[in-house]
């Protein structure tokens, strides 16, 4: 069965530091890959895909993610993060039908 | 170009009775999806609309049930509510196309359905 797993719940870093949050999925076919972030009473915002081609996709805000087969991975990156950072990010994979199944998601808190 | 939007914004209901949350889709698209997020929960699939047809379900009883329009806009409809039922409801709208492509979906800013 298709699944995504995020296995960080809460992640705290300071403002300015680098950034990795983790996402591990299983699905039988190639995936088509997301992440959104959503901030507290908000809807989900996607910050970039992965359909196919190159596996390391630029998204917005300066976010990046990589595509690793072999560890059935999609982690988001982000050189410095920024206050404004701070909210709830979801990893996804899209399957037959356009369904999107999602991570629990990962919280990320940021020090000042 | 006017994006995906959702009403009402928030509503309250009480157990057993019925509730119709609407989405307008973002222009020139032809699909609608469903989610439910429950509290600290990634959003759940519960159901798609294509070209006015159920295109896919998730994990949901019968109660959870869905309309789309001629002009792509959608219902979704709860009946007998459960306390469980509390959650925020999310839209995405996307260009749907052969099964088995995924299109990148838009989400609305959902609606907090609270049951008491």
């Known amino acids: 069965a298709q699944s995504v797993t995020q296995p960080d719940i809460h992640i705290t870093v300071s403002e300015g530091a680098s950034l990795e949050l983790r996402c591990n999925y299983s699905?039988?076919?190639?995936?088509?890959l997301f992440w959104y972030v959503q901030s507290p009473g908000q809807g989900l915002q996607l910050l970039l895909k992965?359909?196919?081609?190159?596996?390391l996709v630029q998204g917005i805000k300066g976010f990046e993610a990589e595509f690793k087969r072999s560890q059935s991975s999609f982690n988001l990156r982000k050189p410095s993060v920024h206050w404004s950072d701070a909210a709830e990010y979801f990893c996804?994979?899209?399957?037959?039908?356009?369904?999107?199944?999602f991570g629990k998601g990962t919280r990320l808190h940021i020090l000042p | 170009e006017t994006g995906v939007t959702q009403s009402p914004t928030h509503l309250i209901k009480t157990r057993g009775q019925q509730v119709t949350l609407r989405c307008s889709s973002q222009?020139?698209?032809?699909?609608v999806s469903w989610y439910q997020q429950a509290l600290g929960q990634g959003p759940q699939f519960i159901f798609q609309?294509?070209?006015?047809?159920?295109?896919g379900r998730g994990n949901f009883p019968p109660r959870f049930s869905g309309l789309q329009f001629p002009n792509y806009s959608s219902e979704l409809n709860v009946n007998a509510l459960e306390l469980d039922d509390s959650a925020l409801y999310l839209c995405?709208?996307?260009?749907?196309?052969?099964?088995?492509?995924?299109?990148?979906?838009?989400f609305g800013p959902g609606t907090r359905l609270t049951v008491t």
């Open positions: 995405a709208s996307s260009l749907g196309g052969l099964a088995g492509e995924s299109y990148e979906q838009y």
């Open positions: 699905y039988g076919a190639t995936p088509y």
């Open positions: 992965y359909f196919s081609g190159d596996t």
């Open positions: 996804a994979v899209g399957t037959l039908h356009d369904k999107i199944i």
């Open positions: 222009s020139g698209h032809n699909t």
């Open positions: 609309y294509y070209r006015e047809e159920e295109n």
